[in-house]
């Protein structure tokens, strides 16, 4: 079975300097990854997604996640936080069978202050 | 276009009621999938559609919720004699293909009092 872990529960930033966001993996084959972002009263919304092309996957809104199977990671990362990037976000892993049930992990809030 | 809609947005059940959650994917969309959100949780699987046929219900939590597509489009989620643990929000996702991308709906709000 597959698993993705987020490491922290909120991460706090001020506006203007970069987010990190920590997710691991587990799982026994090739994965296909995600990140969703959840605004409050909103519906999940695909960041990005990597699915075994190239390990630097660039989504939207300058979001950006490097896949390292050496270390089962899948980081996401801007290089500059704004006030509308708070909200919740999701690493996401997908299963094996012919459909993709989505496992997600706890999800980190992500606070912007000014 | 329009994306997932789902209603109603916010349901107050007494414990014991009967429930009915329904979502209407993106027009043309073969795949649909309900989730489940409790509170400070990431959504956790409950089952999937192709079309009008149920494939994989195996994260329903009890044969009191069940879910329908009839016709293949709109799809309704029921809870039967609502249990406080049923408190959550339920969100519906569809899909082109079923490995493609998932687009999400705003959810439903259960709360059981």
Redesign the interface.
Known sequence: AQSVTQLDSHVSVSEGTPVLLRCNYSSSYSPSLFWYVQHPNKGLQLLLKYTSAATLVKGINGFEAEFKKSETSFHLTKPSAHMSDAAEYFCVVSGTKGYSTLTFGKGTMLLVSP | GA??SQSPRYKVAKRGQDVALRCDPISGHV?L?W?QQAL??????LT?F?NEAQ??KS?LPSDRFFAERPEGSVSTLKIQRTQQEDSAVY?C?S?LG??????????TRLTVL
């Open positions: 994306g997932v795949s999938f989730y400070g949780q990431g959504p956790e699987f999937y192709q494939l994989d994260g969100l996702a899909s079923s490995r493609d991308t998932q687009y999400f709906g705003p959810g």
